[in-house]
């Protein structure tokens, strides 16, 4: 029967399978990091159970990692205890950990396809939604909760159902300054915040695969804003370029017998999908979101929507919620929405990649007077990329401020958050109420929007630099 | 786990659709590193800053069964959202969809999700605002919610029913299966990375 990659990923990898059963998943590699697991480990200590592969879980720590004097004890009680917490258990439990200070911490999935611990056809998981970042690879990783991360902990697998099946088809050619943020927004303003429910997304077209590994795996980071289990894309010649070499990469003869299975991870020709989406690359143009959920979003040529011509009554209640709390009047140009901060990073936009695009824009200007930019790398093996690119000069000869690696100003989780009523232009992945501090604003958008946004104060698109006194 | 059989309560009316985890329980109180005490975070914006919010309402202050808009629980993964809930005193939430992660986190944690058709949802939000007390009886052993005159089926895969009947821990359930794991790590490619060593 043809299979699509998904299914030919989740079929490798069941343990079991019994008839009114959920089948059992072997997991290949599990992340982890301070939020979600000290209950995990405390379960384990109160069955007295250890951890069956500590060879196949790494942590690391990002979620209440300050991005300023880093090397310091965390100032706040509860997240250095949380983080202390993670630290105990990791040398109790025999898991390797990359701290903050070492060099391969940064943000669980930035660290994962870094370190080249995530490959094609392998199954990940780890306690945090964005786990879909490393389907980038044709990998099948998911998003768990704390109970299902123990369970992975003891016994390396996890009861599925089996997932229902989308493509989503992108073809054609990217206009420029138009990049994979601006696709995965369009994508999900298509089919909701949790429109992709029960699904694994495939992303696939001509204009995916054109798309680089930094690209791709910003699109699937964001398939659960989708409301995706998973998403994922096939394993191709960049992906083996971007992976040899890397520390945890196969070698050798393993090498040569890897990159030959990972050409068998494609979808079938006549594999049957449950869902599709289709969407023309030429007609997309940078997005942004004006409401308090990913799918709240239009083309930045747009203007902000009038609920009262929604006809869907909880749409319409929702947009009312939303553009009270955001401050929104309906009709305004969304390019006429004035931002306070800039936030450039998370494990949707904190690569390499995205701090290159972000420093094109910015070389040589500088940022608007009122408006301040964080920018974050994901990783401190990004930042020290960065620094020997000689990003981060010309990020602060711009204005803006060069921070430490973490999730930062993502969640309100450690020092950098909005303050409130606070509006940011954020490169992360949720424009949820509070989501970056408590009554902040949040627009998402991509690297170049946010660059070009910082630099004249207002939601702004690279493209319209050109009409802006230098 | 705590096991569920049957439960009967009154309802809040939550309507709002597409309420994220960050609105049940914001990441600041993610910070703690027990699995109980989080009722002080649940909806706390909503709490704070909403006077009119559902739940400010002294009427529907002790009630246990939440009744949400579509596409409850979209977002962040916390299995705190359940815990919160929980912790604020709700034993079952009813919508018409759930995103995934959180349902599968209710099902590990014993707080019941029970989906029905949205007719069904405005429903029980129309008869819980026109009667605060009204009663909400959710049998998952008749796959049931009733009140007053009003009964309506649910549906709920046969495998988390008898979980959530009996209480029973995942764990506990995979390690009979410990000869089937090993058989499969045995057959695994000899390629596939590892984290330790560090390399």
């Known amino acids: 029967m043809p299979k699509t990659l998904a299914e030919k990923v989740y079929d490798a990898h069941v343990v079991r399978s019994a008839e009114g059963e959920p089948d059992l998943l072997y997991i290949d590699l599990h992340l982890v990091h301070e939020v979600t697991s000290p209950q995990a480990f405390d379960g384990l200590r109160a069955a007295g159970r250890t951890v069956r592969r500590p060879d196949l879980t790494m942590a690391t720590e990002d979620h209440n990692v300050p991005t300023l004097d880093i090397l310091s004890p965390i100032a706040d009680p509860v997240s250095r205890a949380q983080v202390e917490a993670l630290r105990t258990n990791a040398a109790e439990f025999g898991i390797r950990l990359a701290p903050m200070g070492d060099r391969d911490q940064g943000i669980v999935h930035v660290i994962g396809p870094q370190l080249g611990l995530t490959q094609p056809g392998m199954t990940i998981v780890c306690g945090d939604s964005h786990t879909s970042t490393h389907g980038a690879f044709g990998a099948l990783a998911f998003g768990i909760g704390t109970s ?29 300054g138009v990049s994979a943020k601006d696709v995965i927004l369009a994508v999900i303003a298509r089919i909701g915040t949790n429109g992709a429910a029960g699904h694994v997304i495939e992303y696939r077209g001509s204009a995916i695969e054109a798309l680089s590994m930094e690209a791709r795996m910003t699109i699937c980071n964001m398939s659960i804003e989708a409301g995706a289990r998973a998403g994922l894309i096939a394993p191709d010649q960049t992906t083996s370029d971007f992976l040899q070499g890397r520390p945890h990469a196969p070698q050798g003869a393993d090498w040569d017998a890897a990159v030959a299975h990972w050409r068998t991870l494609r979808t079938d020709e006549d594999a049957v999908f449950d869902a599709e989406v289709v969407l023309d690359a030429a007609e997309l143009t940078p997005f942004v979101t004006w409401g308090t959920n990913p799918g709240q979003g239009l083309p930045i040529g747009e203007s902000v929507p009038d609920p009262a011509a929604m006809t869907d009554e909880n749409e319409r209640r929702a947009a009312e919620q939303a553009l009270a709390y955001m401050g929104l009047t309906p009709g305004t140009p969304l390019r006429e929405i004035g931002v306070d901060t800039v936030f450039l990073g998370s494990c949707t936009n904190g690569r390499i990649e995205d701090l290159r695009t972000a420093a094109e824009l910015l070389r040589g200007k500088r940022i608007d007077g009122n408006t301040r930019m964080l920018v974050v790398p994901g990783s401190v093996g990004v930042k020290l990329q960065a620094e020997a690119e000689g990003l981060d000069r010309v990020f602060t000869e711009a204005g803006a401020e060069w921070r ?48 070009a946004t910082a630099l004249t104060g207002k939601l702004t698109a690279p493209a319209d630099l050109a009409d802006v006194a230098p | 786990m705590q096991p569920f059989t049957t439960h009967t309560g009154t309802a809040a009316p939550l309507r709002r659709s597409a309420v994220d985890t960050d609105q049940i329980i914001p990441a600041e109180y993610l910070k703690r590193i027990t699995r109980t005490g989080f009722e002080d975070g649940l909806f706390v914006a909503w709490r704070r800053n909403e006077p009119d919010f559902v739940l400010n309402q002294p009427q529907y202050a002790d009630a246990t069964v939440l009744v949400a808009g579509p596409d409850f629980g979209t977002g962040s993964s916390r299995e705190h959202a359940c815990w919160a809930l929980l912790d604020g005193g709700f034993r079952v939430v009813i919508s018409s969809r759930f995103a995934d992660i959180f349902k599968n986190n209710s099902t590990k944690s014993g707080l019941l999700t029970v989906v029905l ?33 009003t009964t309506v089926p649910f549906e709920v895969d046969e495998y988390t029913r008898w979980r959530l009947l009996e209480g029973l821990d995942d764990v506990g359930l995979t390690e009979r299966h410990l000869a089937d794991v090993e058989a499969y790590e045995a057959g695994r490619h000899p390629w596939l990375p590892k984290a330790l060593p560090a390399r």
């Open chain 2, 117 to 149: 058709p949205q007719a069904d949802v405005d429903a029980l939000w129309a008869a819980a605002e026109a009667d605060p007390t009204t009663q909400v009886t959710v049998d998952l052993q008749a796959r049931t919610v009733s009140y007053g005159a």
């Open chain 1, 148 to 176: 299902e991360v123990e369970h992975v902990l003891a016994t390396q697998t996890l009861p599925q159902y089996r997932p229902k099946q989308m493509a989503v088809t992108v073809e054609g050619r990217l206009p420029e």
């Open chain 1, 404 to 451: 430490g690696a973490g999730c930062s100003m993502c969640l309100g989780m450690n020092p950098d958050q909005l303050q409130p009523g606070e509006r940011s232009a954020s490169t992360s992945n949720r424009n949820f109420q509070g989501r970056q501090g408590k009554g902040g604003r949040t627009h998402l958008v991509s690297p170049s929007v946010a660059a």
